[in-house]
């Protein structure tokens, strides 16, 4: 009759076999599982709500993104990129819209830095869109905490319509219908405030004539 291994050897084989039932049901199987449902059900959004322009991928409606105009010596790494007055532009972003950095600025309410910075944004968003500086919406002027919000609030995108209108020759009216039609209600119609995804809008207003 074989002796019966230790009790601190089987505790441990207890242990590992315990380890591996779960790696494989949690590791693999759960993974799988969720992931297949979400291929089933919501197969956009399982896939990064990716959205796209003539059949090619130009960004996705979760991340924010730049619309600057394109910079006259692209080697130059102090050359300020410029916004495009064809686009509804995005608030300010502390990563530059970087997918891959994800954050905030970190500086408090109480920060010269800070409170220099959006003096700076409030006078160059005024003059870029023609309104008075006391009319900029505070998003137009302050980062979000991930630095890739998608969404300006509804009164910053108003703010932009002249400017938008004039550079590509429409009509303020299809202007505000568009911000309209991707606008985004309170999350379960209580929370935070209306939101227009300035990536879903650019969109459209891509093949808006």
């Known amino acids: 009759m074989p002796k019966p291994l230790p009790t601190t050897v089987r505790t441990h084989l207890t242990?590992?076999?315990?380890?591996?039932?779960?790696?494989?049901?949690?590791?693999?199987?759960?993974?799988?599982?969720?992931?297949?449902?979400?291929q089933a059900a919501f197969p956009a959004k399982a896939d990064g709500s990716i959205v796209k322009a003539d059949g090619k991928e130009v960004g996705s409606s979760l991340l924010g993104q730049n619309y600057d105009l394109p910079k006259k010596h692209p080697d130059d790494p102090n050359e300020q990129a410029q916004p495009d007055p064809k686009w509804f532009q995005p608030r300010p972003a502390a990563?530059?819209?970087?997918?891959?950095?994800?954050?905030?600025?970190?500086?408090?309410?109480?920060?010269?830095?800070?409170?220099?910075?959006?003096?700076?944004?409030?006078?160059?968003?005024?003059?870029?869109?023609?309104?008075?500086?006391?009319?900029?919406?505070?998003?137009?002027v302050t980062a979000s905490g991930s630095g890739l919000d998608?969404?300006?609030?509804?009164?910053?995108?108003?703010?932009q319509v002249d400017r938008v209108a004039k550079a590509r020759n429409l009509s303020v009216d299809t202007l505000n219908k568009l911000i309209g039609t991707y606008t985004d209600g309170r999350s379960l119609g209580f929370l935070g405030q209306a939101g227009v995804n300035v990536v879903l809008l650019n969109n459209a207003l891509a093949s808006t004539k």
């Open 15 to 38: 242990a590992l076999r315990m380890l591996l039932v779960m790696t494989v049901i949690l590791g693999l199987a759960y993974p799988l599982l969720v992931t297949g449902i979400a």
């Open 150 to 159: 998608p969404q300006i609030s509804v009164a910053y995108a108003k703010e």
């Open 95 to 140: 990563n530059a819209y970087d997918p891959k950095s994800s954050g905030a600025s970190n500086l408090g309410p109480d920060s010269e830095d800070l409170l220099k910075a959006v003096q700076e944004r409030r006078a160059a968003v005024a003059a870029f869109d023609g309104v008075a500086p006391a009319s900029v919406p505070v998003d137009a």
